[in-house]
């Protein structure tokens, strides 16, 4: 297992998913919305321009899988708790 790759892949998936909530989460042109964007756009520029992506690696798919579903659910939870501050 690769584990740079798969912390590289986490990170990436994690800031893609919080981008893509923030930008469903507005109903209108507004913060959320350029920021969701900008963080779409970072988080893809630099997961695919910082290295060579198309290597063979001995990551599998199952581990992939488990990262994703891992990313995403936290960024869930970050949002759910952004949400709940801001209420405070």
């Known amino acids: 297992m690769n584990a740079v790759y798969l912390v590289d892949y986490f990170l990436f ?45 001995i990551v599998e798919g199952v581990q992939l899988f488990v990262v994703f579903g891992l990313a995403t659910a936290l960024a869930l939870v970050a949002t759910k708790l952004l949400i709940f501050l801001k209420t405070k």
């Open 13 to 57: 998936v994690f800031f893609a998913s919080f981008a893509v909530i923030q930008i469903s989460l507005t109903k209108r042109v507004s913060t959320r919305l350029i920021l969701g964007t900008s963080i779409l756009l970072l988080a893809y520029l630099l997961f695919f321009g910082s290295k060579d992506r198309n290597i063979p690696t």
